[in-house]
């Protein structure tokens, strides 16, 4: 890419030691069919000690014609790493997709053509778990890690959109002032969810582009009913935390006691569907935990998953 020349998409990645998987995504978009000159790609490492800087060289190396750039962003959180990514993007559209994530060949060429097509303010795509050697059956008939699909054209709201496969207009996402995503969620999580809220507000639309995959590495270490229970109840907290924001304190607490019905409910659910197996347990107990999540959603306490 000339220094004349202005990319039509900036690829955003955000990564926190994870060099290996990185490694692999940024092979991943070098292998584009869409045309290398046309995009750039931009790499904010969270970690101050810079170990996703081999993965970038080793890139660099292997691959020449694809344009990274490469920052550090010291403040901590999944917030500011990615308001660091918008902020060095200069691409008229914004892809995101996280480092532990693999693109199919026309991922960009898919995503594209569809926001053309379309003519909306952004497109989501499919994010396939791929499951690591030794993962265990009933993790993967739990479907704790699998997402919903649309057909190809279908019109999406804002609360299932996320940054791990997403394409929207740059001008839309840095409208939002004094930063696209809230640091309010930099160790929660949950900003992405929140700017696709926003833009909703705007007025922006969304379409799902089925063919658009890209791959989600599910580790061993996530493979566990601790990570499941701990992720539910965080996305619960921080979900109805903001519905809360809008709503009386009566119509919260009234919330809150369903939740707590939920969670007891299927916490003891739980317990009688464990001789059928244990995902059909994680399943209720995942229920469960994000019935509670709305009860601790009266405070304002908030769960670190990025910390």
């Not at 996280?98 to 060429?109: G, K, P, T, V």
């Not at 996320?162 to 640091?183: E, I, W, Y």
């Amino acid at each position: 890419m000339t220094e004349k020349s202005k990319p039509e998409i900036s690829v955003c990645v955000c990564t926190y030691k994870r060099p290996a998987m990185l490694l692999k995504l940024l092979e991943s978009l070098a292998k584009q069919t869409f045309p290398l000159e046309k995009f750039e790609v931009i790499v904010v490492d969270n970690d101050k000690s810079a170990s996703a800087s081999h993965a970038i060289l080793q890139t660099a190396q292997r691959y020449p014609a694809l344009s990274v750039s490469y920052e550090i962003e010291s403040t901590q959180g999944i917030a500011y790493a990615r308001n660091r990514t918008v902020e060095l993007a200069i691409g008229s559209l914004l892809a995101f997709i996280d480092d532990d994530e693999l693109a199919i060949c026309s991922w960009l060429s898919d995503m594209v053509e569809s926001i053309r097509k379309f003519e909306v303010h952004a497109v989501l795509g499919p994010v396939i778990p791929q499951y690591s050697e030794g993962t265990r059956a009933w993790v993967i008939k739990s479907g704790f890690f699998e997402r919903p699909r649309f057909a190809t054209g279908t019109y999406i709201r804002s609360g299932i959109c996320r940054t791990g496969n997403a394409l929207v207009k740059a001008c839309l996402v840095k409208s939002r002032q004094p930063s696209p995503f809230d640091a309010r969620f930099a160790e929660s999580g949950g900003e992405d969810v929140d700017l696709f809220r926003w833009l909703e507000n705007q007025g922006s639309k969304f379409v799902w582009c089925d063919k658009a995959e890209v791959c989600e590495v599910v580790p061993i270490a996530r493979q566990n009913l601790g990570y499941m229970l701990e992720r539910g109840l965080r996305v619960s907290v921080t979900y109805w935390q903001e519905v809360n924001c809008k709503r009386s304190k009566v119509s919260a607490f009234l919330e809150a006691m369903f939740g707590f019905g939920i969670g007891v409910i299927f916490a003891v659910w739980g317990l009688c569907v464990f001789p059928a197996g244990l995902h059909r347990t994680a399943r209720s107990w995942v229920i469960s935990a994000k019935g509670f999540g709305r009860v601790i959603a009266l405070t304002d306490y908030r769960l670190a998953g990025y910390r």
